[in-house]
């Protein structure tokens, strides 16, 4: 692995718990990474411990083979020995200066001509070459976030930390500049890690997405992974819409199946079944994905609420025995709140936890 992260901690003075706690993780050479969680998750605590600005209080940092931090062994990188660049959520791009020189501002130990070029390349590579004479100001905001990423890979860096850098600009644009940056990392074949809260984010740019909790990487994936094969229950609500259903495991000649009051479930072969209890009590994943809009289905939900998402609506459904239902559905069906609706199960990747309890296993 081109990044290797081992047990990673992190703790504040005057704090009892760490910010970060024994996180480890790895990312190849050329891989995007993208840590999500909630607020205070230790996020950004993680990103600034790799970028040196943090110092662990245990485990051990390694970048291309070379230690950089292990606080076991005194090692600790200075920050600007590590070649690694890095983006915030502010621009913070240097107000007094032009936009190329704002950009020639890391390249000072490179000879005048090749500086130049080198900021030329920097700005065709993020499309803003006609503004290299202009002032910051001059720019919109995601122009001056194209002008930070030039900035920041234009020294070459060995690995590139995104913090938020998208977080201040109106959605459309940020959908946009998130594929326009994932196209500009790839091209240039950066390692990058980057820090969002924003799940659509995380899933467009990360070939690893983690989703951390309490200080803890509850699931290091891809995105396919994480959505259909979630490890802990925290990571199952996290991402995407869907409830736990109290359901059945039931194995017999006919293999295992989990019995819920949609109906029974099959497909579980992939995902592992808890130990459950010993009459098979667990609780099942459905998604609002999971669930089908079908006139001609016995199966009756009420709709409770909706909410209007583009292209599908997100329907909270109640279940004559009273289980509560997400569900996509396409928004040429626009039913009204209190209408009941024909839906069926249509599930995938089966996924079920042990019944909930106060606390989760592993999380904390
Ligand atoms: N400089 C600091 N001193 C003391 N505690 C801190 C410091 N920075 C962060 N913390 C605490 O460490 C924990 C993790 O914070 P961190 O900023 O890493 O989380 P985050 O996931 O990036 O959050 P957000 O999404 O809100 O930015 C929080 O409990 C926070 O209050």
Known sequence: MFLQLDQVSVRYAGSARGAVEAVSLGLAAGQIGVLIGPSGCGKTSLLRAVAGLEPLAGGRILMDGQVLDEPARGVHVAPEARRIGM????????????????????????????????????????????????????????????????????????????????????????????????????????????????????????????VMHGGRLAQWDDAYTLYHRPATRFVADFIGHGVFAPARIVSDGEGARVRTALGELRHVAECPLPAGDADGACEVLLRADDIVHDDASPLKARIEHKAFRGAAFLYTLRLASGERLLA?????????????????????????????????????
Do not use: C
């Open 87 to 210: 983006v915030f959520q502010d621009y913070a791009l240097f107000p007094h200066l032009s936009i190329a020189e704002n950009v020639a501002f890391g390249l000072r130990h490179l000879a005048r001509g090749e500086r130049k070029a080198r900021v030329q390349q920097m700005l065709e590579l993020v499309g803003l070459a006609h503004a290299a004479g202009r002032a910051p100001h001059q720019l919109s905001g995601g122009q001056q976030q194209r002008v930070a990423l030039a900035r920041a890979l234009a020294p070459q860096p060995r690995l590139l930390l995104l913090d938020e850098p998208f977080s201040s600009l109106d959605v459309e644009l940020r959908e946009r500049l998130t594929h326009e940056v994932r196209a500009i990392l790839k091209a240039t074949g950066t390692t990058a890690l980057f820090v969002t809260h924003d799940q659509m984010e995380a899933f467009a740019l990360g070939d690893r997405i983690g």
């Open 328 to 364: 996509h559905v396409p928004s040429h069906h626009d039913h009204e709140v209190g209408e009941w609706i024909g839906i069926r199960a249509e599930v995938d990747h089966v996924v079920t936890f042990d019944r909930a309890t106060a606390a989760e296993p592993g999380t904390v």
